[in-house]
Antibody, heavy 121, light 108 residues
Framework: QAQLVQSGAEVKKPGASVKVSCKAS????????LYWVRQAPGQGLEWMGW????????EYSQRFQGRVTMTRDTSITTAYMELSGLRSDDTALYYC??????????????WGQGTMVTVSS | LVLTQSPGTLSLSPGERATLSCRAN???????LAWYQQKPGQAPRLLIY???SRATGIPDRFSGRGSGTDFTLTISRLEPEDFAVYYC??????????FGQGTRLEIK
């Protein structure tokens, strides 16, 4: 069945960068866009951006412009999210999610298990 | 675009009916309105897409409706496993995706 498996937890120092991976399986990777969403401890969901896995084109939330880069490697059906200039308030659980389009509708039908990123000196 | 969910917390008993609201500060396309359920320690799970269509495997006690700026998720008869946090979400032009702040459904 279709699934997304993310890389393991990371601990980083302020100012460092982190790169989280999202391995897709069970479906045609380039047929679906992938989105990244984060959730700070005890908080709600925040959209970070998305990548067209076919073309490689990405779009980022203004909140993360200049700090985030989303890429993909179609040969290994894996997407990546790199966040630089880490601050303590970047401590969060980072999710990748697949966008499903059914007719005119769109939603995130499959989610990764999440990757905890902790930023601490 | 801002999505405001109410109430922030809803306390109900199993067997009762739950009504969760999601209000947008400007009109949104019903095609792009979805609802998710999140339990502690788990990733969100898609419940409803296109404002009213149930995702695969979602029980029919979950239903969604609405249009324009007002959307509702209803759970007709609460089961113990339904107590969780619920988020509405919509696609727009800028930003592309917005989530509501969530409604916590807790056991009374």
């Amino acid at each position: 069945q279709a699934q997304l498996v993310q890389s393991g937890a990371e601990v980083k120092k302020p100012g460092a960068s982190v790169k989280v991976s999202c391995k897709a399986s069970g479906y045609v990777f380039s047929g679906y866009s992938l989105y990244w969403v984060r959730q700070a401890p005890g908080q709600g969901l925040e959209w970070m951006g998305w990548i067209n896995t076919n073309s490689g084109v990405s779009e980022y939330s203004q909140r993360f412009q200049g700090r985030v880069t989303m890429t993909r490697d179609t040969s290994i059906t894996t997407a990546y999210m790199e966040l630089s200039g880490l601050r303590s308030d970047d401590t969060a659980l980072y999710y990748c999610a697949r966008e499903e389009a059914v007719g005119p509708t769109r939603a995130f039908d499959i989610w990764g298990q999440g990757t905890m990123v902790t930023v601490s000196s | 675009l801002v999505l405001t969910q109410s109430p922030g917390t809803l306390s109900l008993s199993p067997g009762e009916r739950a009504t969760l609201s999601c209000r947008a500060n400007q009109g949104v396309s019903s095609s792009y309105l979805a609802w998710y359920q999140q339990k502690p320690g788990q990733a969100p799970r898609l419940l409803i897409y296109g404002a009213s269509s149930r995702a695969t495997g979602i029980p029919d006690r979950f239903s969604g409706r609405g249009s324009g700026t007002d959307f509702t998720l209803t759970i007709s008869r609460l089961e113990p496993e339904d107590f969780a946090v619920y988020y509405c979400q919509q696609y727009g032009s800028s930003p592309s995706v917005t989530f509501g702040q969530g409604t916590r459904l807790e056991i009374k």
